[in-house]
């Protein structure tokens, strides 16, 4: 992302207030975009459900969009860092010729995946036979936008991603409006898949008109698999362990069994969801200023080991970027506190306009602290990923996957009053422990940088092989390196 936040930093250097806000709206929008649709979608729904539609078939509609976004995610996420990762990796060598056919050849991979996902679960809804269809429609343009944004993080025109996200976000409000009146529940839900339609085919033709079309297919990410299998792992545990306290209170003796197999906890569920809008400016925050400055100064970094500077100037422009990271974790700290604290004293007036109840209030209030370690966690995992320490992320986001299991599944035992504390109290852990690793290792940044480089000549199978080698090297350096 951090190459929309260098275009977004121009409309920070303007001089008017419009550009600051425009700068921040791009950037929560771009960041956020999928969590922000939701959302905000779901809210307004909410609404409209419950005056059109009966408590059984609002709650189960509900129900359905929440399961289309839980499962969809954890079914694209052994994906994600892979192919952000070998984008990456292509983005350097500039063959940004090979993000279409990545693009194509991940969507086709995703969709087969999330079609024997899927499929079996929803064929066993009591629902007619073409708003199943609808409903494997709308689960598959979801997984098709969680997988575009990874490939639109590098695009130039960020306007257009913005717009497809609002012009999605609207037209899926306005046709499930109309369709919801003629249809009640069928249309609701044909009209959300509209939206979500529209904004899927947005995002494609920016991938297309961004990167252009050379070839179908690229399998080159498959070999990245067994190259850095940790990053399949932090996917899995890091999208599971984001749903996982959600899971144990959908399944547990509390839970509402809705229709068929669909269970929610609209008192855990609810609070909740409006508590990770609180760290939607923070995302924002991240994407234009935090990452922008960060990338700056560890491209210096990396620069002055490559040119062979002295150690003085590398250990100078390592401490630059302990110094950096920590005036903007500083700076989150300081500004995320500010606004969380500001929607817990306003917290009564935000319950009366989502109507939440008593209960409701208490998850709200410590689901914010959650939002705003959890968002601390990312920011941290961010950084892992960038120095490439990818056993360190691994470990993090398996301490945070464990721990929101056990504690979630404690507070349920312990009963109402503890409702939240479990997955605030793992975001604690994991944002803890992952500073402790992180202070570690950039202490000791140079050392890791230089032992971890490989000292061995590749082997060879053939005499003439190493013969062929080293007339390579010594053309080109001189002597072996």
């Known amino acids: 992302m951090a190459g929309i936040g260098f275009k977004l930093q121009k409309l920070l250097s303007g001089e008017s207030y419009t550009d ?38 609002g709650a189960f509609f509900m129900g359905l969009i929440i399961y289309t976004y839980a499962f969809s995610m954890i079914g694209v996420a052994p994906f994600l860092y892979i192919i952000t990762r070998y984008l990456a990796d292509r983005y350097y060598l500039k063959e940004m010729e090979a993000f279409t056919p990545t693009f194509i050849t991940s969507l086709e991979v995703v969709c087969l995946l999330q079609l024997l ?4 679960f929803i064929w066993t809804l009591p629902l007619t036979l073409g708003a199943k269809w609808v409903l494997l429609s709308l689960y598959f343009f979801v997984s098709g936008i969680w997988i575009a944004m990874i490939f639109l993080s590098a695009a130039q025109n960020y306007l257009s991603i913005v717009a497809a996200y609002f012009v999605g976000g609207l037209f899926g409000l306005l046709f499930a409006f109309f369709l919801g009146k003629r249809n009640a529940l069928e249309g609701f839900l044909e009209g959300y898949c509209i939206g979500q339609g529209i904004l899927f085919f947005g995002l494609v033709f920016r991938i297309f008109a961004e990167f252009g079309f050379q070839k179908f297919h690229d399998f080159g990410f498959f070999f990245y698999v067994r190259r850095y299998p940790y990053l399949l792992a932090i996917g899995i545990l890091y999208y599971i362990g984001i749903w996982i306290d959600k899971f144990c209170f959908w399944f547990s003796p509390q839970g509402q069994s809705i229709v068929g197999k669909i269970f929610v906890f609209m008192d855990y569920d609810t609070p909740m969801f409006l508590a990770f809008l609180s760290i939607v400016p923070s995302m924002a925050f991240f994407l234009v200023q935090m990452e922008t400055s960060f990338v700056k100064v560890y491209q210096a970094y990396y620069q002055s080991i490559r040119d062979r500077e002295g150690l003085r100037v590398i250990e100078l422009r390592k401490n630059r970027i302990i110094e950096n990271l920590s005036d903007h974790f500083q700076k989150y700290i300081l500004f995320q506190g500010i606004l969380s604290g500001l929607i817990i004293i306003f917290i009564y007036q935000i319950a009366d306009a989502f109507y939440l109840n008593p209960l409701q209030i208490g ?25 490439d320490f990818q056993k360190e992320a691994f470990w993090i986001t398996l301490t945070f996957f464990l721990c929101n299991t056990l504690f979630t599944l404690t507070t349920l035992r312990i009963g109402l009053p503890a409702y939240g504390f479990g997955f605030t109290a793992a975001c604690f852990v994991a944002l803890f422990s992952g500073f402790l690793v992180l202070d570690h290792k950039l202490k000791n940044l140079s050392y890791w940088t230089f032992m971890c480089q490989p000292v061995l000549l590749p082997k060879f199978k053939l005499e003439s092989d190493w013969a062929e080698a080293g007339k390579k090297v010594l053309a080109n350096n001189n002597h072996f390196q």
């Open 117 to 120: 996902i899927s499929a079996p």
């Open 363 to 387: 998850i709200f209030r410590i689901g914010i602290l959650g939002a705003f370690l959890l968002m601390g966690f990312l920011m941290v995992l961010n950084i892992f990923f960038y120095f």
């Open 20 to 57: 600051l806000v425009k700068a921040y709206l791009y950037s929560a929008v771009i960041a956020t975009g999928p969590m922000l649709i939701v959302i905000i979608s779901l809210g307004v729904m909410r609404l409209a459900v419950t005056s059109w539609l009966s408590i059984e078939d």
